[in-house]
C-alpha cells in the first residue's frame, strides 16, 4: 500500500492521512484534527471503498459555508493521489 498525506485548506482539521492499496481501495484515513467523532466515522465508513467513488460521493460537501468540509478535502486528497499512481 501507498502512504499519502494531504493539507487541508479552510477546514479545522490541519492534515489528512490514508492509504490507497494496488486496486484503488482506501485504508487508514485519519483526520489530524478537527472533529473527532465525525471524521472517525469518515475513516470507519470508507474503510476498504474504491477510492474514487468514495472521491465522487464526497465531492462538493459543504461545512458551515466555508465551500467545503472535511470531507471534501478528502475527496480532493484521493483525486490527488489517484492522479499521481
Not at 485548506?9 to 490507497?20: N, R, T, W
Not at 467545503?68 to 489517484?82: G, H, N, R, Y
Amino acid at each position: 500500500m501507498k502512504q499519502f498525506s494531504f493539507t487541508p485548506e479552510k477546514v479545522c482539521a490541519h492534515k489528512i492521512d490514508f492509504a490507497l492499496d494496488a486496486e484503488g481501495r482506501l485504508h487508514n484515513v485519519k483526520f489530524i484534527g478537527g472533529c473527532p467523532g465525525n471524521l472517525l466515522a469518515i475513516g470507519k465508513l470508507v474503510e476498504g471503498a474504491d477510492a474514487k467513488k468514495i472521491a465522487e460521493l464526497l465531492r462538493g460537501n459543504d461545512c458551515g459555508g466555508r465551500g467545503t468540509s472535511c470531507a471534501d478535502q478528502l475527496s480532493l486528497a484521493v483525486e490527488e493521489a489517484l492522479r499521481g499512481q
